[in-house]
């Protein structure tokens, strides 16, 4: 029988050193990629980090309204005249002009539809309610023949009428009448009647607050009492109402 012995150890060559050295430098060489001389990352490249741009894309511009189009066209116009005038060539003197000329017909149209629409006089039939932006409201009824009284102040015509006003006050104010009512009818001036047994008397001068109403009526003698129309007007502040029975003329 052999021997017992154990397994021979085998001792590390000169060689086996050297390639272990090798490996350990080629791997610590890898790890070092991407790292600057200090130890950071490479800054070589671009970075997936960097900060997202701060400029912001212009807004757009306003929509152009006529008001806006007219200061414009005037300040084309009159930089045009005072400070490019002399120097420009003219077909830049034709396109200045015209866009002076298409800014200011906008401005001057705006204003005077609106001025037109504000002095227009809204006409309607009696018994409908005219009611201003700020909340006053007008009613003005045609509530047919009546007979003056004796001692009634009046002219001679062949029909009296009775006509009731009410005014309701919508606003946040006080209101206080201070206008005039003229009618005409059959294309003779009416005129009104003053009839103290009746209560006929011209419009109230009381105030009336913010949410109340008054009425109140008003006679006048007419030529026809099928073609009438009244011009009633509550006060200074509020253009007049025009009540008729020409239903061609209604504008509400």
Known sequence: ?????????VRPTARTLLLVVSLASSLTACSMVGQDPVGGTDTSG????????TEQSPEPSPEPSLIGTYDEGYELGYTHGSGTGAKATPAFLTERTAEFRRGY???????????????????????STMEWED??????TNDGPFTPS???AVGDYPTYLSFTFTVTNGTSTTWTSSGSTQISSGGVAGDEV?????????????PVLPGQSISWQQGFGVNDPDDLTMSASVDWDHVEVIYTTVEDAWTF
């Open 150 to 152: 004796e001692w009634a």
């Open 1 to 9: 029988m052999r021997p017992r012995t154990s397994p021979l150890a």
């Open 105 to 127: 017909d906008a401005g001057y149209t705006t204003g005077k539809d609106e001025a037109d629409s504000a002095a227009t006089n809204p006409v309607t039939s009696f018994g």
């Open 194 to 206: 003053y009839d103290s047994d009746q209560d006929y008397g011209g419009s109230p001068d009381g």
């Open 135 to 140: 909340g006053l409201e007008l009613t003005v």
């Open 46 to 53: 671009p970075s997936a980090s960097a900060e997202p741009s």
